[in-house]
């Protein structure tokens, strides 16, 4: 029988877990929201606060060190995070995001390399698929080259908009090893730190999610051992594909959760604010538009859920409800925070309160992860084909 989203509910280890988490961001990182959108630095207090309290490998397998949680667990740990900081819930959805290719993709040798060091925090790790003109056409424009010689592949290329790729400790880079193979010309490495001809450049100057670093990488006669490569030579851009059905209801819980804190913060405020003798949330006008944010939060947060059980289930339709769920969320996102920042009024367009910072937040969810124009590519694709 399937289960109706509505049946998703908590077991104990996470409403645990869910419980730990509201502690961390009432004490520790919702007061720390604002400042870190205000330096543009990356929270290393944030990161090691995740690590000690095991949220940076929810969905990692135990043997490989982490919680061996589920999807469902983990989306909803990233919406908490993102109700107070979406920079900090990026930090908990990237490291998942950059781990995916090494659990999809890698065999036991790489995995117990490399997994134990991600699920704990002592490495960070990103991902690196998008270049200067391969963001939407990820394959059919691919520029990075990686040549086999010897023992190693030799990279060369640049990544543009990698979250987190100055932080990170590993990076899963997708490379061309077979300009004529098409869809089966791409391979994935994992690339670490250090390596010669690996280096970090420009450091992008955004308008949200501040306090995430978003860069550049460069590979210049980068050796990598061929023993880094994930999967065989010419899997990695389906690698890519399935990292991305399951690293997308991440990002769609960022977005609720950016979403669901400004719903929040706006209603309190129109609980308290007086305009014509009472409180302006018992006007009308406004009382509507609460309405309508409440509902499409909750209508998305069901979608994000079913999504992330499917995540766990394993079904052929992750591809379809993730791209649903991203599309949902990160719209839903956009339209509660503009919202939210008219219910405040002049007092919304001011740094002095959140909802700004959440409005310029969310805008990313739009577009990072596939753009809402890519996620209705896809789920278009499921329905009648692509011709
Ligand atoms: N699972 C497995 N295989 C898949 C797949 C999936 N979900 N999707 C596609 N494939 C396979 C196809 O079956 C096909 O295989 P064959 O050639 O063997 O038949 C191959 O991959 C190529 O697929 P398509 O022909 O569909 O490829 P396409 O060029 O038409 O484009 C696309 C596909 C969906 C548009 C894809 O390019 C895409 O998702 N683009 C967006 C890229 C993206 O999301 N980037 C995000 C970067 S990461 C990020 O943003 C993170 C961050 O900062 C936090």
């Known amino acids: 029988m399937t289960m109706a989203p509505t049946e998703i509910a908590s077991n104990d280890e996470e409403t645990m877990i869910l419980e730990m988490v509201r502690e961390l961001v009432a004490e520790k990182i919702g007061p720390r929201a604002a400042e870190i959108d205000a330096t543009g630095e990356f929270p290393w207090d944030v990161k090691e606060l995740f690590a000690q309290n095991d949220l940076l490998g929810i969905p990692i397998p135990s043997e490989y060190g982490g919680l061996g949680g589920t999807f469902v667990t983990y989306v909803k740990v990233v919406e908490e995070i993102a109700k107070a900081c979406a920079s900090s819930a990026l930090i908990v959805a990237v490291q998942e995001l950059g781990m995916l290719p090494i659990m999809i993709g890698g065999d036991e040798e790489q995995k117990r390399r490399f997994l134990p060091k991600i699920a704990s925090g002592e490495h960070l790790v990103a991902y690196a698929l998008t270049e200067v003109s391969s963001g939407s056409d990820a394959l059919g424009s691919m520029k990075t080259r990686a040549v086999k010689q010897g023992d190693n592949y030799v990279l060369d290329g640049q990544k543009i908009w990698i979250t987190n790729g100055s932080v990170a400790d590993v990076v899963c880079v997708f490379a061309v090893t077979n300009p004529e193979a098409g869809s089966r010309g791409v391979s994935a490495f994992v690339v670490e730190k250090g390596t010669p001809g690996f280096s970090v450049g420009k450091l992008e100057k955004k308008m949200g999610i501040r306090g995430s670093p978003t860069v550049e990488l460069v590979f210049s006669d980068c050796k990598v051992p061929a023993a880094n490569r994930l999967g065989e030579e010419g899997e990695g851009f389906k690698i890519a594909m399935k ?66 059980r499917r995540c766990d289930a394993g079904g052929p339709d992750v591809t379809l409800w993730a791209a649903m769920a991203k599309l949902k969320c990160g719209d839903v996102a956009m339209s509660v925070t503009t919202d939210a920042v008219q219910v405040l009024g002049g007092f919304g367009y001011s740094v002095d309160y959140p909802v700004e910072r959440m409005m310029r937040d969310a805008k990313i969810t739009q577009i990072y992860e596939g753009t809402q124009q890519i996620q209705r590519l896809v789920i278009s694709r499921r329905l009648v084909g692509r011709g």
Do not use: N, W
């Open 243 to 308: 990292v991305l059905d399951k690293s997308r209801p991440g990002i769609a819980a960022q977005a609720l959760g950016i979403a669901a804190g400004a719903l929040e913060y706006a209603t309190g405020y129109a609980k308290e604010r007086i305009a014509f003798g009472k409180p302006i949330g018992q006007h009308q006008g406004v009382g509507f538009m609460l309405a309508d944010m409440k509902t499409e939060v909750e209508s998305a947060r069901l979608m994000l859920y079913e999504a992330a």
